[in-house]
């Protein structure tokens, strides 16, 4: 089965470091989200990508998180400085133009201390 | 503005009984999307179903199904005969526009616990 690969799995950083987390969405799907999930907010849309090119940004902080998709294979979400407040399971999901839901990957369990 | 509801925070049930998890939307599209994922203890996210907004038609895959109601705003889903694998948070959310890779908000999820 095609699936979404996110990397990586966990991570434990300090407060005011630099995060990175990567996807790889399923070939051929051209669609790209990036979600949040926290215990107090649910499942959040931070951002999307359309054809690599971003379409809805509202849902991102944007001092602290920047989000991009450098080529098909590949979309990134980045903290800096992050914050014992983005500590949250981050999932990247992807979809083709047309056909059923989202394909959401296993997540990037990020804490920070 | 768009919501989904799903007023049940957490449901237990013994294992073969039937349970139904309600999910309310709200939208001005006409043109939108419906789903239900799964969320396990694993922590991942199982697309179920996807239902667009023209198609009122009940949904049955095995021991699932789904009612689609555009009168009430609701697209709930009942589990019959459940098992203790049902176990899991079970998510609606809703999509707008003409594309079913529009984004989607999800609900509150609704905590299914199956006991032996």
């Known amino acids: 089965d095609a699936r979404v690969t996110q990397t990586p799995r966990h991570k434990v950083t300090e407060m005011g470091q630099e995060v990175t987390m990567r996807c790889q969405p399923i070939l051929g799907h051209n669609t790209v989200f990036w979600y949040r999930q926290t215990m107090m907010q649910g499942l959040e849309l931070l951002a999307y990508?359309?054809?690599?090119?971003?379409?809805?940004d509202s849902g991102m902080p944007k001092d602290r998180f920047s989000a991009e998709m450098p080529d098909a294979t590949l979309a990134t979400l980045k903290i800096q400085p992050s914050e014992p407040r983005d500590s949250a399971v981050y999932f990247c999901?992807?979809?083709?133009?047309?056909?059923?839901?989202?394909?959401f990957g296993s997540g990037t369990r990020l804490t920070v201390v | 503005a768009q919501k989904v509801t799903q007023a049940q925070t957490e449901i237990s049930v013994v294992e073969k009984e039937d349970v139904t998890l309600d999910c309310v939307y709200e939208t001005r599209d006409t043109t939108y999307y419906l789903f239900w994922y799964k969320q396990p203890p694993s922590g991942e996210l199982v697309f179920l179903i996807r239902?667009?907004?023209?198609?009122?038609q009940n949904e049955i895959s095995g021991r699932y199904s789904w009612n689609f109601q555009k009168s009430t705003s609701s697209f709930n889903f009942t589990i019959t005969a459940s098992q203790v694998v049902d176990s899991a948070v079970y998510f609606c959310?809703?999509?707008?526009?003409?594309?079913?890779?529009?984004?989607?908000?999800f609900g509150s999820g609704t905590r299914l616990s199956i006991r032996p």
């Open positions: 990508f359309r054809n690599r090119a971003p379409l809805d």
């Open positions: 999901a992807s979809a083709p133009a047309r056909g059923e839901g989202y394909t």
């Open positions: 959310a809703l999509g707008s526009g003409y594309s079913s890779a529009s984004k989607i908000i």
């Open positions: 239902r667009n907004s023209f198609d009122e």
